[in-house]
């Protein structure tokens, strides 16, 4: 039982570190990213095959951020023109794109087989601690990425950031440099992403384009929205709410009889579908809510266009 809650808690951990990228590039500049999953798959397929050829698992971490920081970057320089839904789109279907790339390019990816025998870090070494090891070191990313981003998002970039979100048109008559703004956000949740996918490949050592699929992306999402859509600490506990649904959902089978893996699996993406639903319809706003800049108060508008730039990120 304690393995389980370990493995689990470590994967909160991820997806906490997911929804932290998409607070920066959604919550603070506004720019829907619905291709998280593609730079996850970026970040953990560029760390594997790196530690494959001989490199540092270290290395492997910070170069799949920095691929998928830079293709984030690269990628809304091409996409500069869109917004709102029009954006979403083209993130939906870019992050496809690269799942179908990961499956197709064989000689790089092993397709469908996927790549296995990813190698952990000290696992030989801290033998029956590697579990802790992993899940203190996943958290302790996750608590340094919230208190880095909760300073850069308190200072003058983080309010132009929320200028740009709130009215494109009026950041730039401030003078201020729209794209760069953008391009900055979307490059730092990127390598959140990025990250998040190479602690993920070394941690299970087997990733496979099965893993970074469309449903991940409505997890984060959810757990953004349920927490605060710009609340640093309403991403972290948004993931923890989330998994804890999706985990509960897999003990559905001893209180409800007649269920087949199959049903048990579809009743994990009906209870995520409903939460999300009760989630939109009571708490729009999320459970931490957002903040007025100005007068540091809870926002009671549940629209998020509707509110105020947020006071603090955090």
């Not at 970040?43 to 691929?67: E, H, M, Q």
């Not at 909760?150 to 730039?172: T, W």
């Not at 939109?280 to 926002?299: D, I, K, S, T, Y």
Request: glycine share 12%; proline share 4%; charged share 10%.
């Amino acid at each position: 039982m304690t393995s389980y809650l370990l493995f689990i808690g470590t994967i909160t951990a991820i997806y906490a570190l997911l929804s932290l990228g998409l607070v920066v590039s959604w919550g603070q500049a506004g720019m829907v990213n619905l291709g998280l999953v593609g730079f996850f798959g970026l970040g953990a397929y560029c760390s594997a095959l790196l530690t494959y050829i001989g490199a540092p698992i270290g290395f492997g971490w910070l170069a799949g951020a920095a691929l998928a920081a830079a293709i984030g970057v690269a990628f809304c320089l091409l996409t500069r023109t869109l917004r709102g839904d029009y954006l979403a789109i083209v993130t939906l279907g870019f992050g496809e794109g690269l799942r179908l790339v990961e499956l197709n390019e064989r000689w790089l990816t092993g397709g469908s087989d996927g790549i296995s025998g990813i190698r952990p870090p000290l696992k030989e070494a801290l033998s029956d601690l590697y579990p802790w090891f992993y899940f203190t070191l996943a958290w302790a990313v996750v608590a340094l990425a919230a208190w880095a981003l909760s300073r850069i998002l308190a200072s003058p970039f983080g309010r132009a950031l929320r200028a740009v979100r709130d009215d494109e048109k009026v950041a730039a008559v401030a003078g201020k440099n729209v794209l760069r703004l953008k391009c900055q956000a979307f490059g730092i949740g990127a390598a959140l992403f990025g990250f998040a996918g190479a602690l993920y490949a070394h941690f299970t050592s087997y990733i496979s384009p099965d893993n970074f699929v469309i449903q991940l992306t409505i997890y984060i999402f959810l757990a953004v929205t349920a927490g605060g859509y710009s609340r640093l600490v309403g991403a972290i506990f948004g993931s923890l709410a989330v998994m804890t649904i999706l985990e509960s959902s897999r003990f559905a089978a001893e209180f409800i009889p007649g269920l087949s893996a199959v049903q048990i699996a579809s009743l994990r993406e009906f209870t995520i579908a409903v939460a999300l639903i009760m989630i939109m319809q009571l708490r729009p706003q999320g459970v931490f809510g957002l903040r007025n800049e100005r007068a540091g108060a809870n926002a009671s508008d549940g629209a998020p266009h509707a509110t105020a730039v947020p006071a603090t990120p955090n």
